[in-house]
């Protein structure tokens, strides 16, 4: 579109153009529109970027914690005026090549965004989008399947126990299920306990103090037509916010909102706002419990957190300062904040919450400790209230001011998007202070010469930080102390609440009302089983698959007998490094330390730095150092891969030589010596680990099962699996200063890993920048020593099927099933992979999570690592997922596979082969590519056979592989100890070896 017609006041489709502002930051130009009959906003950021995004949200401000935004945001998907199939969101997601899908409940809004590189992909899913968000059907069976429903145990027999059953209800019961999940939600109800309980004492009479997801013990409250009342109050153009970025053209983005959605609206409604915090006159302080295994050890299982209500984020300025001041308390281990709760001993790890929080329209910080004891509440706070004191009357010095405006400056100039596309990273970045004040613009556009300038101006004319401590924080009443504590009989009690209040139910049903459960009951299972005509949705053909893998161009060399690949990449002038050494000749004693060693390289001090100052220097000049172990397959065999440490470091171009002489220190001498840090960093870990078993249960689950079945799978579960959990937290059970083993084993791989013999590195930047790196990478280079080169020989490895139950403290399941399949160049890995994706769509999906309440049914085929798995996401059922999967396999070796099915399949295999990534993601993916002999050809030859396979040969490979190999398949399930004792009992002659976590 010619850029004189994006002149502010000037009219397209409807829509008025309001203002155009030049982000040169992230290289785009931004226009902001109003439509002119019902007052929808919308932005669109016009870059080069090819993976458009779309998003369309709402201001949702629930005031009860029944989880209605949370199930409505699931339920509009579910059918639509013009697509009224059952799942037309899961049912695009194979017609289709996007590379992002997915829709979002935060705590005062509720988002559908999605990306694709493609054009008629693109217009297909806003198609689909927009006719979800303002036309859905809102089915009483679709809600009943989404968000909560009686039912009997066994649906036709009505004299079986009552159950509550739904998706959302499910989910909400494993998200609940860690008290790091319950710290996070109590305090601002963004998605977990801690932050939830908290938010009724921060945000008491607000939208804030409620549970947007939903509270499992007040879902069933909600009523089908509460949900639709929602819908019609939140979900009119007048509370809409539409976003798009990327290459595409505004003008038929216009076109398309305006003639699908908006056109069918009257004028603007009631504005729908939240109201300022009713502020507290005193501190408030609050305990509170959450359930845990009976059998575990109760010690240092509590959480303490402050939390204080700072300024609105519609205060740009004072928001960033915030940020900058959250930054020097608590920004890296010398930060004075985090250093004196860590070295109080007091707690093992800063709580999950501690930090600035500017998602809400009134902000929040928020400091404290897990892995503690109750009795240690008011020695925490006094420890931070202290903290605080000397912070507002020392200040802080220049070069930490300068430091943590740096880390402001470097998050905001990064190109990331490898987890999710960086557009819609910038779009969660503004998408609150554009709700609550009108302005899209400032949460992207990091003004030096505006804010920054005047910050060091403030800084520079008086206390300035020492004055927004006192402001915001010690004079600061509305205060918040929570500590949450463990309780062992808290499950059984809630457990039994439901159950009483069930059979309550169940004894107040007439047989009419109990005829009426089953007819539903019946009614939902039809549904689910009935076959659709899907012909309503859009969808691609194979043609518009891209024919050819884009490739990541590198030029090679040797630096002092170093290969190094230099990758030239739009990195918005951030220079990313990384450094690949070999593992393979550390004894298999000492391998499983590897983990551990990378942890604590870059948390340790170096080179005659201690580790405070290690801390400062890195975050001085670069955007932080990491290391990390991993394991690079072999396309060619499954019997040789490559387990390899990464060192990465990135800093901005003006700062990459103060990074290398970092990386330097780092790799020469690392000092492993204070074992107090040890001991800091190991619990610090520990906590983490134990933090991430409730959202990840079914990647354990299937790193267990896939141990036993290559060579591969078993490093990845000793190095990231259950294995490494236990290892930790025996190792974090020991006191200080019995850990002397532990740093000599430390110093021992240092000297055996960080070396040139078997390294690799990649640089990534401009082109124009690597005359300016080559010095320093040449300097960094000349002070390495040689390290050890030579091999062990490998060990023998035997696949073997295994039955595994681990016992964890989750209220739900996760349920693997693993097969050993072929290496990436084996004729049959092509449609293995598009096999998973038929298996999913056409059969989990319906089966685990439509009839069995679970949050996810998956099936995937890895053609590198050479797997097949099933499993299941937070699953109320155990024996008959298990069951389902045998039925899974005889349903994918006799089916029909008609061909749109098949190209479905091929198209979502492509959707996730050819999902973009960042600047840097691309580089370090070629790295890895280039290491592991995974060639342009070979890749390109895989995407020949994707494109070749048919019906025979999916019915080939699912009797090969799944049949055929289903004795030889693993099965692991992680869940909670009683769950798997029950099913022991059910599963009689194939019972699970069960063992605790």
């Known amino acids: 579109m010619p850029h004189n017609t994006l002149t502010p006041g000037n009219s397209l489709h409807g829509f008025t153009i309001v203002e155009t502002i030049s982000l040169s930051e992230i290289n785009a130009q931004m226009i902001q529109l109003r439509h002119n009959k019902t007052g929808a906003r919308m932005v669109h950021l016009e870059t080069t970027d090819d993976n458009n995004l779309f998003g369309v949200g709402f201001h949702t401000t629930p005031m009860d914690s029944t989880g209605v935004a949370h199930i409505l945001e699931h339920t509009v998907l579910c059918g639509s005026r013009n697509y009224p199939v059952r799942d037309p969101f899961f049912s695009m997601l194979k017609r289709s090549l996007n590379t992002f899908m997915n829709a979002l409940t935060a705590s005062d809004w509720t988002l559908y965004p999605f990306s694709s590189q493609n054009e008629k992909d693109f217009y297909n899913l806003m198609a689909v989008y927009l006719d979800a968000a303002f036309f859905p059907r809102l089915l009483e069976r679709d809600f009943s399947q989404e968000g909560h429903r009686l039912e009997f145990q066994d649906p036709e027999n009505s004299d079986s126990p009552l159950e509550y059953k739904g998706v959302v209800y499910n989910e909400m019961k494993g998200a609940m299920a860690d008290a790091g999940s319950l710290c996070h939600r109590r305090l601002s109800n963004a998605g977990s306990l801690c932050h939830r309980r908290l938010s009724k004492a921060l945000y008491p009479t607000t939208t804030y103090g409620k549970n947007s997801g939903g509270e499992p013990s007040d879902i069933p409250d909600l009523t089908w037509n509460q949900l639709k009342e929602f819908h019609a109050t939140y979900y009119h153009p007048s509370n809409a916010y539409f976003f798009t970025c990327g290459n595409l053209p505004l003008e038929k983005h216009l076109e398309t909102i305006e003639n699908l959605a908006l056109r069918h609206f009257d004028g603007e409604r009631s504005h729908i706002s939240v109201p300022d915090e009713v502020r507290y006159d005193t501190p408030q302080q609050l305990t509170e419990t959450f359930p845990i295994d009976p059998t575990e050890p109760q010690q240092n299982k509590a959480m303490v957190q402050m939390a204080w209500l700072t300024c609105p984020a519609a205060d740009n300025f004072n928001r960033v300062a915030m940020q900058v001041l959250s930054t020097l308390l608590l920004g890296n281990p010398a930060a004075p904040l985090y250093k004196a709760l860590i070295e109080s001993k007091l707690g093992q790890n800063l709580s999950p919450v501690t930090g600035y929080h500017d998602d809400n329209r009134e902000t929040f910080f928020a400091a404290g400790l897990q892995g503690t004891e109750k009795e240690n509440s008011e020695r925490i706070e006094e420890i931070i209230l202290a903290t605080l004191e000397t912070a507002a009357r020392d200040g802080f010095a220049e070069e930490r001011i300068e430091a943590a405006i740096h880390q402001l400056e470097f998050s905001h100039r990064e190109v990331t998007g490898d987890q999710y596309p960086y557009a819609l990273i910038l779009l969660m970045r503004m998408l609150g202070p554009w709700i609550h004040s009108g302005d899209p613009v400032s949460p992207l556009l990091l003004d030096l010469d505006r804010d920054l300038k005047r910050l060091r101006q403030e800084v520079a004319a008086g206390p300035f930080f020492q004055n927004l401590i006192k402001r915001y924080l010690l004079d600061n009443s509305h205060r918040v102390t929570l500590t949450l504590t463990p309780d062992p009989q808290q499950k059984e009690r809630e457990e039994k609440l439901v159950a009483e209040k069930l059979k309550k139910i169940a004894q107040a049903l ?22 659709e ?75 005659g730095f ?212 072929v290496p990436y160049i084996h004729t049959d890995s092509a449609s293995l992979l598009v096999l998973s994706k038929i298996l999913r769509a056409g059969f989990l999906h319906r089966e685990i999570r439509e009839k069995g309440g679970a949050y996810g049914g998956m099936a995937g085929s890895d053609p590198e690592a050479g797997i097949f798995s099933m499993l299941s996401y937070r699953d109320p059922h155990l024996v008959r997922t298990l069951k389902v999967y045998e039925e899974a396999v005889e349903w994918a070796r006799k089916e029909d596979y008609t061909d749109e099915e098949i190209k479905e399949a091929i198209l979502a295999a492509f959707s996730d082969l050819d999902r973009p990534l960042s600047p840097s993601g691309k580089a370090s993916r070629e790295f890895n590519n280039q290491y592991q002999h995974l060639s342009l050809e070979m890749r390109q030859t895989f995407r020949k056979k994707l494109l070749e396979v048919t019906q025979k040969s999916l019915r080939d490979v699912a009797e090969r592989y799944l049949k055929q190999g289903w004795s030889a398949s693993a099965v692991a399930v992680l869940s909670g100890e009683e769950l798997l004792q029950h099913a022991n009992a059910d599963l009689k002659d194939a019972p699970l070896t069960l063992e605790k976590i």
């Open 510 to 531: 007439s047989p009419r009302d109990k005829e009426e459960i089953v007819r539903k009951a019946r009614e939902l299972q039809l549904s689910q089983e009935s076959e």
């Open 610 to 821: 201690s580790y405070l100052e290690m801390a400062e220097r890195m975050s001085a000049a670069t955007g932080g150092i990491r290391a990390s172990a991993s394991v690079l397959e072999d396309p060619q065999s499954m019997d040789h891969p490559r387990a390899v440490v990464s060192i990465r470091g990135k800093a901005l171009l003006r700062n990459q030589a103060q990074m290398f002489d970092i990386l330097a220190d780092i790799f020469t001498a690392p000092d492993f010596t204070d074992l107090a840090r040890l001991h800091t960093v190991i619990n610090q870990l520990k906590t983490n680990l134990e933090n991430s078993i409730p959202g990840s249960g079914h990647t354990y689950a299937s790193r267990i099962a896939a141990s036993h079945l290559t060579v591969g799978g078993q490093q990845r579960e000793v190095w990231t699996g259950i294995s490494q959990v236990r290892c930790i937290k025996e190792i974090a059970a020991r006191k200080a200063e019995d850990l002397a083993d532990i740093a000599a084993t430390m110093a021992e791989l240092a000297r055996q890993l960080l070396g040139s013999a078997t390294m690799r590195c990649a640089v990534t930047a401009e082109a124009s920048t690597f005359a300016e790196i080559g010095p320093s990478v040449t300097g960094f280079f000349e002070r390495l020593p040689e390290g050890t080169a030579s091999e062990l020989p490998s060990g023998s490895f035997a696949p073997q099927p295994t039955r595994r139950g681990c016992a964890a403290a989750v209220p739900v399941s996760y349920v693997a099933r693993v097969f050993r399949t």
């Open 533 to 607: 005509d899907l012909s309503v949705l859009p969808t691609l053909e194979l043609d518009d698959i891209p024919a050819q893998e884009k490739p990541v161009d590198f030029h090679s060399d040797s630096v002092k007998n170093i290969p190094v690949f230099w990758f030239d990449q739009p990195t918005n002038g951030i220079v990313y490094f990384s450094a690949q050494v070999e593992t393979g000749h550390i004894p298999a004693e000492k391998r499983a330390f590897i983990p551990l060693f990378c942890a604590l390289l870059t948390q340790v001090g170096a080179a």
